[in-house]
């Protein structure tokens, strides 16, 4: 407790704790998670070989310090370290990391109880598929879950978070997985006007980088192409002519107020 107690200090200036197989129970994770939950310095904590005998502390841990507004944390080491409830900890863990946006390494591996079913949780996170804006506000930041094998759709996410550009981040998955068969003209219908040509610049725009610089053209194709649904049809004379023939121009929609 005394030598944690110094992380609680304004002077402090930890960046690096290293406790790995020191044998921790539950009660010393609880005193961990405490002081790491209000250290502003720490950037790397590694507790790998430290298994807890249920999940319940693990829990706790992950609630304090992941969810603190204060954490600096950026990287976490916890290989060898779940067994029972290996999945259900992932879920656990995701959740937490929610709206954190500082943590870039968790290092998971040597946890060979973690299946796919956990992992999966973890996919969500970095990129939740559900609409545009849920990629939007996924996790572009964590970027390295260890040294074993992953999933294919998970191992693909956390490469594209590597980048440091996260903007790019986030227009790359969101081609990827929301416009990968182009682009759906009902996202647009409820859209203010003034927005389109700024989403036309955004879908048409260069991207150098993991060979996607096209990887905008179809879904704009498709856009430009659907764009003539958000227009309404009217008929005008055309003055001058023998018959003064109607003719059919688009108008724009009507905008609400």
Known sequence: RSFFACLHHSTSAMEYIILRGCS?????????????????????????DNPQGHAAPWRRFFTACLLSPN??????????????????????????????????????GENPSITDTGWSHFSRLLCDKSSVASIYESNHTINYL????????????????????????????ILRYHFRHGANIEDFHNMKLELIPHIISWLGRDCHWLGSENAGFTPLYELLRGLLSLFEPTNVAVAGTKAETPITLLALPRQAG
């Open 24 to 48: 921790i129970d539950e009660e010393g994770l609880d005193v961990v998670a405490n002081a790491i939950s209000t250290s502003s310095t720490l950037q790397t904590l590694d507790l790998s």
């Open 71 to 108: 954490s600096s944390l950026e990287g976490l080491f916890l290989c060898e370290n779940f067994t029972e409830e290996a999945d259900i900890l992932m879920a656990d863990m995701v959740d937490a990391l929610a709206d954190n946006k500082i943590l870039e390494a968790i290092d998971l």
């Open 146 to 173: 260890g040294t074993q094998t992953l999933p294919p759709d998970l191992d693909v996410l956390v490469i594209l978070n590597e980048h440091e550009n996260k903007s790019a981040v986030a227009r790359e998955k």
